[in-house]
């Protein structure tokens, strides 16, 4: 079965969280959104940073890079 809610999320806080976001006014709505994205790219930024502990904050962003265009 296929559904929007995340399989960790009980019914009852994914509705409160639609709620939340319904209230939101669609600037707002756009700024979790890049917040979150942010967040998602310094995470990854960190596990490059793990691996590669030479790497300089250049090398970091172009690996990052290179791993979300698999270029």
Do not use: W
């Not at 994914?14 to 600037?27: I, K, L, P, S």
């Not at 917040?35 to 990052?64: G, N, Q, W, Y």
């Amino acid at each position: 079965m296929i559904t929007s809610r995340p399989l960790d999320t009980s019914a009852d806080a994914d509705r409160a969280q639609f709620e939340v976001y319904r209230r939101m006014t669609g600037a707002q709505r756009l700024k979790v959104a890049l917040d979150l994205s942010e967040f998602v790219r310094e995470c990854a930024k960190s596990h490059i940073r793990k691996r590669h502990p030479e790497m300089t904050e250049p090398e970091v962003t172009r690996e990052l890079i290179r791993e979300m265009y698999n270029v």
